[in-house]
């Protein structure tokens, strides 16, 4: 079969990304936006981590604290969402914004109540920094009702014309490696593990 191009012209024809956030892109500027094409997770994975000992158990105990985020982050843009959904007052909590590279240092070091977040980005970030998982609690969005898709793979528009078999190509193989993944996860991570060593 025909190899899929990664990258052609410095551009990305596939990639694996945040559906809501190319919904956003697709509303701001719809000619030639990349398609979502297949969908890997079926939960939104948007979450406010604490630290463990945090006094911070439920979303309403999030008001009078001071959260942190990067401006862009999906999770910090979907809070007002949250709140509604969760029945808190928005207004009572303070957002600081920083650098995405600072979000767990900023947290352990209790210059912020929480930070907002992708669970899985958030736990390997913490662990580069030596934060186990012990450390930290998560308020997960889709705990409070927040019914979101999450990743998936992107297309660009532009793949999808010139070799849309290269993509059904591809993701004929990827829902195949996942069906296999799902069936013996040790193996998955053995794999993984040789591709990308820790």
Do not use: H
Not at 51 to 59: A, E, F, G, L, Q
């Amino acid at each position: 079969g025909a190899a899929v191009p990664l990258v052609a012209n410095g551009t990305y024809d596939l990639g694996f990304g945040d559906v809501n956030a190319l919904i956003e892109l697709v509303a701001r500027k719809p000619e030639g936006a990349p398609v979502a094409v297949y969908v890997m997770f079926n939960q939104p994975p948007f979450t406010i981590a604490v630290k463990d000992d945090s006094p911070i158990r439920t979303p309403k105990d999030m008001e009078g604290k001071t959260l942190g985020g990067a401006a862009n982050n999906g999770a910090l843009k979907l809070f007002p969402a949250f709140c509604k959904l969760a029945k808190i007052d928005c207004s009572g909590v303070k957002i600081t914004n920083m650098q995405p590279n600072l979000r767990e240092q900023m947290l352990m070091q209790g210059q912020v109540d929480g930070v907002f977040g992708y669970v899985n980005t958030i736990r390997f970030s913490a662990k580069l920094i030596g934060v186990g998982d012990d450390k930290l609690r998560y308020i997960n969005f889709g705990d409070y009702g927040m019914d979101l898709y999450s990743n998936g793979i992107i297309v660009s528009a532009e793949l999808i014309k010139s070799n849309p078999e290269a993509i059904k190509g591809f993701l004929r193989a990827l829902n195949k490696g996942l069906v296999d993944a799902l069936k013996d996860p040790d193996a998955a991570v053995a794999a993984g593990a040789q591709r990308e060593p820790p």
